[in-house]
């Protein structure tokens, strides 16, 4: 074996340093901080829930309240964040394309969920629409507050700027020519929007969908003061994984948040394999 092969073949051994220093310690530094804020608890969790054995999780698993109480979690931040999807789109559009009086306040605005107590939002929305409230009133006799259709207004309010600032970002990357390229070449705004404009911003919107989608499933402070709470009608779980502590159900509030979590995680997978799917299709990183 010759000098030269003797040394290519040492050099598929040898780990070749990286040019950025400090990765070993900030590899560790990662792991560390990830197991202490994410692992550990997951696990604390998942270890709490096995006390009751297959047959007490599924008897949790299957009993009617808190099948519905998943069912109004689950559904009302979908449905929320399906609407923010929508309006949220609609919104970067306008503050990225357009140039008008009050567009700072207004993209300003748009964070004011971030910096609001979640409690002082609920309190809001419940006293607007109550059925004495002022918008409220003007919908009687359809309830809003106290139902699932007050539920998915404050979802609506909490989980627009997770739409708004993903996909804002993208949309002002796209330069405005290629809009008029489309134009000049017969296409109307339908096509302009659904042909050019929507294939690059498909995995910002899905990823702004799962981020608003994921802040809903979880919330709490903004729902509990308009869900009404009533078991079987309006009654969220995070709220009945509260009922169950003040029960002193330890595993049982365990596992209601381990069937969360699980529910929370395969419908998350499917959304990165659908963002991960339209990147390769569209060709947008």
Do not use: C, H
Not at 55 to 72: H, P, Y
Not at 213 to 232: D, H, K, M
């Amino acid at each position: 074996m010759t000098a030269s092969a003797t040394a290519s073949k040492a050099g598929w051994r040898v780990k070749q340093p990286s040019i950025i220093p400090g990765f070993g310690l900030t590899l560790g530094f990662s792991l560390t901080y990830l197991s202490l804020i994410i692992l550990i608890p997951i696990t604390g969790l998942l270890w709490r829930t096995a006390e009751l054995g297959w047959s007490g999780f599924f008897a949790i698993l299957t009993d009617e309240r808190t099948i519905r109480a998943l069912t109004v979690s689950f559904g009302t931040a979908f449905a929320a964040a399906l609407i923010n999807v929508i309006f949220g789109t609609i919104l970067a559009w306008v503050l990225t394309r357009y140039r008008f009086p009050g567009r700072r306040l207004i993209d300003a605005m748009v964070d004011l969920p971030f910096a609001l107590p979640t409690a002082v939002a609920g309190i809001a929305f419940a006293s607007l629409y109550a059925p004495n409230g002022w918008i409220g009133s003007l919908f009687m006799p359809f309830r809003i507050a106290f139902t699932p259709y007050g539920i998915v207004i404050a979802l609506i309010f909490i989980g627009l700027p997770f739409v708004v600032r993903t996909v804002q970002p993208i949309m002002e990357e796209i330069d405005g020519e290629v809009e008029e390229a489309a134009a000049t070449l017969g296409a109307n705004r339908f096509q302009t929007i659904f042909q050019v404009l929507l294939p690059s911003l498909t995995p910002a919107v899905l990823t702004g969908f799962a981020l608003a989608f994921a802040r809903g499933v979880g919330e709490y402070g903004s729902v509990i003061f308009i869900a009404g709470n009533i078991p079987y009608v309006s009654e969220i779980a995070p709220l009945l994984i509260v009922i169950r502590l003040e029960e002193f159900n330890y595993a049982g509030a365990t596992a209601i948040a381990t069937i969360m979590l699980l529910i929370s995680f395969a419908m998350l997978l499917v959304i990165n394999l659908i963002q991960a799917w339209s990147r390769r299709r569209y060709g947008n990183v």
